[in-house]
């Protein structure tokens, strides 16, 4: 990188600063994320998640591997994951294409490979001096190439880092949380600078027998250069710090996060906490602090279905429950819509109503990357929504899956069951939401139970024949997927009917004691 003047750093700040203005009054889209090591897991598992929240592609795409002749350019574009019926997608240029490129589950954030590399994703930010819009990479175009390069987690951030070194990364601050079936990481990556084409990125290892988590807030710690086996960077690191005059040696390590993008808002913090708090309890963190642990040891192995649970999180039970107040209004609803920022904020809980789909990815070594490797895949907000099984061998995906946009309401499209339905509960939340849990821990449960059986089944075929086991999976992964769809449609018409105007089965109910004595319910009188 070229050393900066301090001409160039003064327009760098004004340029920064007419960004901030511009996007002040943009919507807050948030994701979290949270990994699992393989020690840390009953099973051996080594998982990641995602919630896509905010109004993105929720439509499921299966693209398949492919053989390239030499001399191949691959188009590079920016836009094209913020939903179906928003038409933003636009060629930046090209790079040269590889021999061979895995097959990779694509959406707004694609998040998993044939091979099972899998990547989760959340936006971090950062110091806005690093933006640059001459970069061709946005975060999302970047893990497309990291699916279709990577054969491991560190080939993928390999591949990422090195695209984005050579052609510049145009996007704002990202963490990917990327695994495979041994290893986990962090990878945050950002911007060089606007004068720059370039990017500065690092990646850390999560410990196998620990848990961490991503809120929106870079989490990446001390960066080491004599620890290849947990840390990898950027050539350019420690210059571009010292060019802005953010860091020098005399300051000790380098400190990635309050280096690059330091943040101590509770929106952000307080998922960190709750997640650490829910797989370790026994730390005892304090839900005020400003700095958590990069990632802690649970107190109890970590499964599927714990992740499941943490991804449909409002704070229950704790004092920052969203089930509870005058604003949960009589029927416990936790969802809090956008309100000007200049009257206060809303507590930010894990599961959100505007997430356009989530996943919990599960990676497991010791089998064919096609059977070891599966997608829990969640169409809409995760505490309304039904988690199904996908594996990464599969031929294709379940076809409601694959269509539907926000600007029709549609019955072929799974996105809309979900949505329906969770737009519907909140008319009566704390009744609805038990209908919804009693039905999606029916088919959850289900396919956790049956996973074991269905993958020795895959396994038996395998060794006949790798095609028709990866079809098996197909057929029963979608089957599965399209029951779970009907029955939410169903599900919708039945809320319909238990729950009209206001009754539980043609029952009236009332409201809360509670909630009555705080909206000042009373007899009328004269006076």
């Known amino acids: 990188m070229l050393k900066s003047t301090a001409k160039t750093r003064l327009a760098i700040v004004v340029i920064a600063t007419v960004i901030a203005l511009l996007t002040l009054a943009a919507p807050s889209f948030a994701c979290t994320c949270v990994v699992v090591g393989k020690n840390a897991s009953v099973d051996g598992s080594v998982m990641t998640t995602h919630t896509c929240d905010g109004t993105y592609e929720f439509r499921l795409t299966l693209i398949p591997a492919k053989d390239w002749e030499p001399g191949t350019m691959r188009p590079v574009y920016k836009g094209g994951g913020s939903g179906a019926h928003v038409n933003n997608k636009k060629q930046v240029g090209e790079i040269p294409q590889v021999a061979h490129t895995y097959a990779y589950f694509d959406i707004a954030y694609p998040f998993a490979n044939e091979m099972g590399v899998m990547i989760g ?229 894990i599961s959100i109503f505007r997430c356009s789909y989530s996943v919990i990815l599960q990676a497991r070594a010791g089998m064919p990357a096609g059977i070891g490797n599966v997608i829990w895949f969640g169409e809409d907000a995760p505490h309304s929504t039904c988690y199904v099984p996908i594996y990464v061998g599969a031929t294709s995906v379940p076809e409601s899956f694959t269509i539907g946009s926000r600007a029709v309401f549609d019955r072929n499209s799974a996105w809309w069951a979900f949505n329906h339905v969770s737009n519907y509960a909140d008319l009566k939340y704390s009744y609805m939401i038990k209908d919804i849990q009693a039905l999606y821990g029916k088919f959850e449960s289900e396919a956790l139970a049956m996973q074991p059986a269905i993958e020795q089944a895959a396994l038996d075929l395998y060794k006949v024949d790798p095609k028709l086991a990866m079809t098996f999976l197909t057929n029963y992964s979608n089957a599965h997927a399209e029951k779970v769809v009907a029955a939410w449609w169903k599900l919708a018409d039945d809320l319909a009917v238990k729950y009209q105007d206001g009754y539980v089965d043609l029952k009236t109910v009332g409201y809360p004691d509670e909630w009555l004595k705080a909206v000042g319910f009373k007899k009328l009188v004269r006076e």
């Open 121 to 349: 994703e959340t936006t971090i930010g950062g110091n806005r001096e690093l933006r640059s819009n001459d970069g061709f990479f946005e975060i999302w175009e970047l893990a497309r190439i990291g699916l279709e390069r990577g054969a491991t987690a560190r080939e993928a951030i390999q591949a990422m880092g090195e695209v984005a070194e050579k052609y510049g990364y145009g996007d704002g601050g990202e963490c990917l949380t990327v695994i495979d079936g041994n290893e986990a990481w962090f990878f945050e990556i950002y911007g060089a600078g606007p004068f720059e084409i370039g990017a500065v990125w690092a990646a850390q290892r999560v410990p196998d027998d620990e848990v961490a988590v991503s809120a929106n807030r870079a989490r990446i710690t001390e960066v080491r250069t004599d620890d290849p086996d947990n840390f990898m960077y950027s050539k350019n690191i420690f210059d571009v710090a010292k060019s802005f005059g953010w860091w020098d040696e005399s300051q000790g390590p380098l400190h990635m996060a309050k280096v690059y993008g330091w943040k101590d808002s509770v929106y952000n913090t307080r998922r960190e906490w709750r997640v650490l708090s829910l797989v370790a309890p026994s730390l005892n963190l304090d839900p005020w602090a400003v700095d958590y642990p990069f990632s802690v040891k649970p107190d109890k192995k970590v499964s599927v279905a714990d992740l499941m649970t943490i991804k449909r999180d409002h704070y229950e039970g704790t004092e920052f429950d969203l089930t509870q107040g005058l604003a949960a209004g009589p029927f416990g609803n936790p969802n809090r819509y956008a309100t000007p920022a200049t009257l206060g904020e809303w507590e930010r809980a």
